[in-house]
């Protein structure tokens, strides 16, 4: 079964969204605006119906949670796809006129806004009707008709098709600036990188995108994309929560540069090997007898460097490196072992047809490797260089490693939750990708003939180059 119409309105909302980023913003806001006084008339006139009639939704035989706390995750998991708009914030930051203040704030606040609204429309929904009493097509109208409010079918009509405008823009958005910078990074051709002189707007990868998505709504059910979406949005999560992970335990010690600042980098060497030689007593200019001079920035501060000072200096530089590889070993490790243990505690928790003996070994062993590592990440310290390797300042997420552990588990839980036809698709999907990065993207990454160096020495490379990092 096909539907053509959702096929024409991806193409027009893909067309409005080449107007330019500031158009884009305006008509999002107004349907935003629509759709949020639609969800407020629903909570306000939902409310007001459901003390009227004393609640008649809750009072069901079998309880307030029919399928269990399994059942109340499944359809979470389902529905996570009404959380991806969320990352359009973060996909524009290229044009923020504040990144550092805008993307965090802009981000928490729409977060709050969304979760309040969406949790009191459904407690006032499911109080007005028993939830198998409900329409699976329109749920929300026919729960204030069903209560003699047939007119309030004309006011949720209009809020969701600016919902579904809004969510349309908010979705389609993020994906050609994606696009573009994987362009960038040579992952894909030159063809997405094409932006617009007078909008801003990389036209190509919005109508590759447009086109994409309007092919996608025109072959498949909603409920089969929704079931895609929510798997690619959870696995997005969970990277970037590893990642967090990563990047405040074992960032990477080297970093890539282009080609193009091959003069720079062997300058800077250049000029590290004097310096070098000059602490080593190596200077040819400089008398044995004379004194050492550390770099203090001031020609009347001499020490005397003796031989065992030397020697002590470089047996704790030694001491504290090998304590460093340690410490990075046993990091690496531990975050490992935490995607295992949460892997294995929700497989074992969400399959019921497993033994008692196997589900209760298997939740067990899961939850152990997850305490444990909770355990020696809070005892160990993190990377001397986790503020410096890609951040610049201002937001950084708190309660680590509590916070990322938790997103692990809970995400891994509602993937797990998810229909198996849903991770054929996207097991497809995902095929495709692969085939890409083999076929082109490996082929013509950035990083086929990037130099990479050391990461404390990146900062002083660029300023020598006089680029802006």
Same mark, same amino acid.
């Given at each position: ?189 030159? $063809? ?8 801003? *707007?990389? /036209?190509?990868?919005? +109508? =590759?995108?447009?086109? !994409? #998505?309007?092919?996608?709504?025109? $072959? ?8 895609? *979406?929510? /798997?690619?949005?959870? +696995? =997005?999560?969970?990277? !970037? #929560? ?228």
């Amino acid at each position: 079964m096909v539907d053509p119409c959702a096929a024409v309105l991806v193409l027009i909302v893909t067309g409005f969204l080449c107007l330019g980023i500031k158009e884009s913003a305006l008509a999002q806001g107004i349907a935003t605006a629509v759709n949020v006084f639609a969800m407020l008339f629903v909570i306000i006139a939902g409310g007001y119906l459901g003390f009227k009639t004393g609640w008649t939704g809750y009072e069901v035989p079998t309880g307030y949670f029919p399928f269990g706390v399994d059942g109340m995750l499944a359809g979470s998991a389902t529905v996570f796809f009404s959380y991806i708009g969320f990352d359009t914030v973060a996909s524009t930051a290229e044009e923020a006129k504040n990144p550092k203040r805008d993307l965090p704030l802009g981000i928490a606040l729409s977060l709050s806004i969304c979760c309040c609204l969406y949790m009191l429309v459904s407690i006032v929904i499911v109080g007005l009707v028993p939830y198998y009493a409900m329409d699976p097509d329109t749920p929300i109208s026919s729960a204030f008709a069903s209560n003699g409010m047939q007119w309030a079918a004309y006011i949720i009509t209009v809020g969701a098709v600016t919902a579904l405008i809004s969510t349309l823009m908010g979705s389609i958005l993020p994906q050609p600036r994606i696009l573009m910078a994987m362009a960038r990074d040579g992952l894909l051709p030159s $063809f997405f990188l094409d932006v617009n002189k007078h909008t801003q *707007v990389p /036209v190509n990868s919005t +109508l =590759a995108t447009g086109i !994409v #998505a309007s092919i996608l709504a025109f $072959f498949m059910d909603v409920s089969q994309l929704a079931g895609m *979406v929510s /798997v690619g949005t959870l +696995l =997005a999560f969970t990277m !970037v #929560a590893v990642s967090v992970l990563i990047l405040r335990y074992v960032p990477p010690d080297e970093v890539p540069l282009p080609l193009s600042l091959q003069e720079s980098i062997d300058s800077y060497k250049l000029r590290h090997n004097s310096d070098a030689q000059m602490i080593n007593g190596e200077n040819p200019a400089k008398s044995p007898g004379d004194p050492c001079l550390p770099l203090l920035g001031e020609k009347n501060v001499a020490v005397d460097c003796t031989v065992v000072e030397k020697l002590e200096a470089l047996s704790s530089f030694t001491a504290g490196t090998l304590d460093e590889e340690n410490r990075r070993k046993i990091a690496g490790w531990t975050i490992m072992l935490i995607c295992v243990g949460a892997f294995m505690l929700t497989f074992a928790a969400s399959n019921l047809w497993f033994s008692s003996l196997i589900r209760f070994t298997l939740c067990g062993a899961g939850g152990l490797l997850l305490l444990s590592g909770l355990v020696i990440l809070t005892c160990i310290d993190q990377d001397d260089e986790r503020h410096n390797f890609g951040h610049a300042g201002g937001f950084i997420c708190p309660f680590v490693p509590l916070l990322p552990i938790s997103c692990i588990l809970i995400n891994v839980y509602l993937l797990i939750n998810l229909e198996v036809a849903t991770w054929v698709r996207v097991s497809v999907w995902l095929m495709v990708g692969v085939l890409i990065y083999i076929f082109y993207g490996r082929r013509h990454s950035s990083l086929l003939n990037a130099i990479y160096v050391p990461k404390a020495h990146v900062d002083e490379i660029y300023r020598s180059s006089g680029a802006i990092l």
